[in-house]
C-alpha cells in the first residue's frame, strides 16, 4: 500500500497543504507553507489561500516571503531576532519594511 513517509520532503508538504485545503476550515495555520515548493505550486497555494480567506477562513501565516503574504494579509506582524520590529495593517508594515530594505 501507499505510504506517505516514502514521499519527498515536497511531495510530503503538498500532500499535507492538499489535506489542509480539501474540508471548510474556520482556521488555517501555515508556517512557511511555500518552502521547498516551486513557483506554479506556489501561485497555486496562493490562489487557494485566497479563495478560503474569501469564503471565511482565517489564515495565521508565517513566511519570510513577504510578496506571498500580499493579497492574503490583512495585519502583519514583523519579527527581528525573536522580537516584534512592527506590527499593524499589512500594506503598511510592508511599505515600512521595504523602506528598511526588507523583501
Known amino acids: 500500500g501507499f505510504r506517505p513517509g516514502g514521499l ?3 511531495m510530503r508538504q503538498k500532500a499535507q ?3 489542509a485545503l480539501v474540508p471548510p476550515a474556520a482556521v488555517l495555520v501555515l508556517d512557511e ?3 521547498g ?3 506554479p ?5 496562493h490562489q487557494l489561500l485566497v479563495e478560503a480567506k474569501q469564503a471565511g477562513t482565517a489564515i495565521l501565516l508565517t513566511t519570510h516571503q513577504m510578496a ?3 493579497g492574503l494579509a490583512d495585519r502583519g506582524v514583523l519579527l527581528q531576532d525573536g522580537t516584534v ?3 499593524g495593517p499589512w500594506a503598511q ?3 515600512r519594511a521595504e523602506r528598511r530594505g526588507w523583501h
Open 85 to 87: 520590529a512592527d506590527d
Open 68 to 70: 506571498f503574504a500580499d
Open 93 to 95: 508594515v510592508r511599505e
Open 37 to 39: 515548493l516551486d513557483p
Open 17 to 19: 497543504l492538499a489535506c
Open 8 to 10: 519527498s520532503r515536497v
Open 41 to 45: 505550486s506556489q501561485t497555486l497555494l
Open 33 to 35: 507553507p511555500v518552502v
